[in-house]
């Protein structure tokens, strides 16, 4: 059995969870942190990671081809931001700054696809968890974030 991270269950996605779908997915967690000011990830870069966030505070932001930067959300406790790694995208399509500092945990899209396709129930499970985490922030979004994340891992083979 392998010895718990206890901010895990700091995070409202992992409420609840079953200890032997935690002892298979903890593996793919690793921890992450950085200074307000620095750039987590930018828009255009190879799209590697998703993270979820412990502490601190993110802006997303978007910038047009066009244009100025947009600022999307800014993103908190329980946030995941870096959705790209996940959904087959090979670049990210925004970019996430930390504007406090930030402690988070992020996992490689890879190795969640891997997992998802050698674990189809844990996987299911741990994507349902992802989809809830971010479609509680919108309206009858649940069914259509799962469903983009469940084609992601279709269409992105390592």
């Not at 991270?5 to 995070?11: C, G, I, K």
């Not at 903890?26 to 942190?33: H, N």
């Not at 087959?88 to 992020?106: H, V």
Request: aromatic share 8%; hydrophobic share 40%.
């Amino acid at each position: 059995m392998l010895k718990r991270l206890p901010a895990l269950y700091r995070l409202a996605i992992f409420t609840g969870i079953e200890e032997e779908l935690m002892d298979m997915f903890q593996p793919l967690l690793e921890p992450f942190s950085c200074q307000a000011g620095t750039i987590v990830l930018r828009q255009g870069m190879p799209a590697d990671h998703i993270y979820l966030i412990l502490k601190g505070k993110v802006e997303v932001s978007y910038k047009p081809y066009d244009g100025t930067p947009i600022t999307i959300s800014h993103l908190e406790k329980d946030g995941i931001f870096g959705w790209s790694a996940v959904v087959g995208s090979s670049e990210y399509t925004s970019s996430a700054t930390a504007i406090e500092d930030l402690e988070a945990f992020r996992i490689r899209g890879r190795d969640l696809r891997k997992f998802c396709r050698e674990h189809p129930e844990a996987g299911r499970e741990i994507l349902e968890r992802l989809a809830n985490g971010v479609s509680s922030r919108w309206k009858d979004a649940h069914e259509q974030v799962k469903s983009i994340l469940v084609q992601g891992m279709r269409e992105k083979q390592p």
